[in-house]
């Protein structure tokens, strides 16, 4: 069968692509995916231990893509997760976007209520924060969560099937041409239009498909640090004003960008499978709880020639912390870290924080990372805890690594199409966004790039 459009990714970009132009036109979509169904991807293993019998894929592939086993946290502004209004080059229609796609996100059951911090709540954390030169950034939040999230994925591939929407899963893209998409198994699948959505996981993949067909990419920045879980109690105040509260840093010492990112209020540590390494990340239930809160503290790194490849730097990275774990993340204690000493299970179990992911090495994080990046975070830590008081205290967990990759960014015009006609790319695997809403957003711009496209043409 011949299609009008072929969506390479069931993550955010492509389902909501697919939504955009179902809704607004008769070309039929389809749907490629290497992953499974929602139900499919739960874990055998609890959610909040490792489990050795999950594939990397089954983690971050499938429908939803990585935003399915995920904490569900929606970012309401335009600047988070990316930059809408610099990629359409429009600033009120960057915010009219983020509208419409968490008026998607509701209509297949997110939750109504939402974490909008009052001018007195903003005024006082910014204030506190910039007396220790710390920038606060005040967001917008819709918490899903972490269980609630895959039946809003499963609602929205429903409504996108009655609309018909087609989906072919477990099949891997090999190549994409103008026109054709080759799938592992051999055959071929023709269209008129080809968007190219495969999220993190196809991030490598994308940039080889890049270079072969002669598109123009450029190496992004790329975030590594640590997943540090303290106790609830000590930044429940700060929670109360932001959902995911957000502090950007620049430590003293090699004034590097650090950043704070992906907070679990009373969440769970969790293992992130890669293909060759295995780093951390953090859920938060909307039923179940603990008595610990964790969050990722990320240092910026971006380098130039003669080595730009972050993403080989940071892979390098993860996998020798990886080593250094026996196959497992690294766990330590803040007061043994900044001793010199490695961590051990008993000095972890006589503190105050007990770890809600237990599937770790005990051993020492300063030998995974590099001394400017542990720089970073030490002196990072030390001024949130001016502003967090007991966040850098000597029974403060830290996990290692946590990575976010940023895919190489494909060189497209405003309508996402890239230089081969007909061909457009959106989401993270492109290198054009770094989370859930924005990824959402750029399916729908491409989509839009795809409808205008075709009127033109039925025009003439």
């Not at 915010?95 to 903003?122: C, H, M, R």
């Not at 990275?317 to 000493?341: E, H, S, V, Y």
């Not at 400017?372 to 290692?400: F, W």
Request: charged share 25%.
């Amino acid at each position: 069968m011949v299609y009008n459009v072929v969506i390479v990714g069931a993550g955010p970009a492509g389902l909501f692509a697919a939504k955009e132009i179902a809704t607004n036109s008769k070309l039929n979509v389809l749907v490629i995916d290497m992953g499974k169904e929602v139900k499919e991807r739960v874990c055998p293993a609890s959610t909040y231990k490792a489990c050795t019998k999950c594939n990397p894929c089954s983690i971050m592939c499938g429908v939803g893509g990585a935003g399915t086993l995920s904490s569900g946290l929606l970012n309401l502004r335009p600047d988070i997760g990316g930059d809408l209004a610099t990629l359409i080059n429009n600033e009120s229609e960057s915010w009219d976007l983020i509208k419409y796609v968490d008026t998607i996100f509701l209509e297949n059951g997110a939750p109504n209520s939402i974490y909008n911090p009052s001018q007195e709540e903003t005024d006082y954390l910014e204030r506190k924060a910039a007396s220790v030169g710390v920038r606060f950034i005040p967001i917008p939040q819709r918490h899903i969560g972490s269980d609630k999230a895959p039946k809003v994925i499963e609602n929205l591939k429903k409504h996108l099937e009655s609309l018909g929407v087609r989906f072919l899963l477990k099949k891997k893209v090999s190549k994409v041409n103008k026109g054709i998409v080759e799938l592992r198994d051999g055959s071929k699948i023709r269209s008129k239009y080809v968007l190219v959505a495969p999220g993190r996981s196809g991030a490598n993949w994308l940039a080889e498909e890049s270079r072969r067909l002669n598109i123009p990419s450029e190496y992004q920045p790329i975030d590594i640090g640590v997943r540090v879980e303290i106790p609830a109690v000590i930044i429940d105040p700060i929670i109360k004003i932001g959902r995911d509260p957000k502090f950007h840093i620049y430590p003293e010492t090699y004034d590097d960008f650090v950043r704070t990112f992906c907070v679990n209020s009373r969440g769970f540590v969790v293992q992130e499978v890669y293909d060759d390494f295995i780093g951390v990340n953090g859920h938060a239930m909307a039923e179940k709880t603990s008595e610990n809160t964790n969050f990722a503290l990320l240092v910026r790194v971006k380098l130039t020639e003669p080595l730009e490849d972050t993403t080989t730097y940071g892979r390098t990275i993860a996998m020798q912390t990886t080593t250094l774990g026996g196959g497992k993340p690294l766990l330590q204690m803040l007061g043994d870290l900044k001793r010199g000493r490695r961590s051990t299970w008993e000095r972890i179990n006589r503190g105050i924080v007990k770890p809600t992911l237990s599937n770790v090495t005990p051993g020492d994080v300063s030998m995974g990372l590099s001394h400017r990046i542990l720089t970073d975070l030490m002196e990072g830590l030390d001024k949130l805890d001016n502003i967090i008081p007991g966040v850098s205290s000597s029974s403060t967990l830290i996990y290692a690594p946590e990575i976010k990759f940023s895919a190489n960014r494909v060189c497209t015009n405003l309508d996402l199409e890239t230089p081969i006609e007909n061909l457009f790319v959106a989401g993270d695997g492109a290198g054009l966004s770094r989370g859930l809403v924005t990824a959402a957003a750029t399916g729908i711009i491409a989509a839009r790039g795809i409808l205008k496209k075709e009127e033109i043409q039925h025009n003439n």
